[in-house]
C-alpha cells in the first residue's frame, strides 16, 4: 500500500491487495450516514450488518488471561501459516455432500437464499446472499485445513462450514431486517410511515397525509406509496362511512 498526499487531502492506493472493512456503529448514526441510495445501488449489500447489545456488565473486563490472548493468537499464525499458498479461487471447492445440500432442488440452500421474499429495501441489501454464504463457508473450511505433506491440497467446504456460514448469514440479515426493514427505496413512502408511526394509535386520514406534503408532492405520488405500504403490510386502512364519502384512516403496522 501507498500513500500520498497533498495540501489537505489524503490520498491512499492498494496494490495486489484485498480489502476487508470492519467497523462498529450505532443504528442511529447508520441511518443518518446511509442514503437511500447507497441500500439500493449494491454498496449495502457488500456489507455483512450485525447489531450486537451488551448481554452483562463486566465492571473488570473478561477473565482472559495474558496466555489464553497469546495461545489464540498463536494457534490462528499456525492456521494462516498453513493455508498461504493455497489458491483460495482454484482450490476451495466443495464435497459431494456439500454440493448436495447447496444446489439440491426444491430445499437447497442456494436456492432457499436466492428465492427468499423480502419486503422493500431489504431485498437490495441482502442481494448477495449466496456469495456471502459462500465466502463464509470459505474462511470456515480454511480455518479448517490441514496441509497434506508438503503439498497445499485442495480445501474442502463441508456441509457443517455451509450450515455454520448460513446461520450467520440469517443472524446478519435479521440485523438488517432491524435496521432497514421498514425501508422502501421510496422516499414518499417512507415520509408517510414515519409519520404514521408518530401518530401511533391515533393514525392520520388520507387527507392529513395528503396535506403533510403540501403542493411538494403529486397526489398519484402518495397514492402509490399508501399502496406499496400496505402491499408490503407494513400499514393497514380502516374505512367509516358517514354521511358523505366513506372516511380513511391509516396506520402503521
Not at 436456492?111 to 448477495?128: D, Q, S, W, Y
Not at 497434506?148 to 474442502?156: D, E, I, P, R, T
Request: glycine share 10%; proline share 3%; with cysteine.
Amino acid at each position: 500500500m501507498t500513500r500520498s498526499s497533498s495540501p489537505g487531502k489524503l490520498k491512499l492506493k492498494a496494490t495486489g491487495a484485498h480489502i476487508s472493512i470492519i467497523g462498529h456503529i450505532t443504528p442511529r448514526e447508520l441511518a443518518g450516514c446511509m442514503t437511500e441510495t447507497d441500500k439500493a445501488n449494491g454498496f449495502a449489500n457488500r456489507f455483512l450488518f450485525a447489531v450486537g447489545r451488551r448481554s452483562k456488565l463486566l465492571p473488570f473486563g473478561g477473565d482472559m488471561t495474558d496466555s489464553q490472548v497469546r495461545e489464540l493468537g498463536d494457534e490462528l499464525h499456525e492456521i494462516v501459516a498453513r493455508v498461504d499458498d493455497v489458491n483460495v479461487p482454484d482450490q476451495v471447492t466443495m464435497t459431494d455432500a456439500a454440493r448436495e445440500l447447496w444446489g439440491r432442488q426444491g430445499d437447497g440452500l442456494y436456492g432457499l437464499l436466492k428465492t427468499k421474499a423480502r419486503p422493500g429495501m431489504l431485498e437490495a441489501i441482502c442481494g448477495r446472499a449466496t456469495p456471502q454464504v459462500i465466502r463464509i463457508a470459505s474462511i470456515y473450511a480454511l480455518l479448517d485445513y490441514e496441509r497434506g505433506g508438503l503439498q497445499a491440497q485442495a480445501v474442502k467446504r463441508d456441509v457443517d462450514h455451509l450450515k455454520a456460514a448460513a446461520a450467520i448469514w440469517n443472524y446478519c440479515e435479521d440485523s438488517a431486517a432491524y435496521l432497514f426493514g421498514n425501508s422502501t427505496g421510496n422516499q414518499t413512502a417512507d415520509t408517510i410511515l414515519d409519520a404514521l408511526k408518530t401518530r401511533g394509535r391515533q393514525g392520520m386520514t388520507r387527507t392529513e397525509i395528503y396535506n403533510m406534503f403540501g403542493r411538494h408532492t403529486h397526489g398519484g405520488a402518495i397514492q402509490d406509496a399508501l399502496a406499496e405500504l400496505l402491499k408490503l403490510g407494513l400499514v393497514r386502512m380502516e374505512s367509516k362511512r358517514g354521511s358523505g364519502r366513506p372516511l380513511e384512516t391509516w396506520f402503521a403496522v
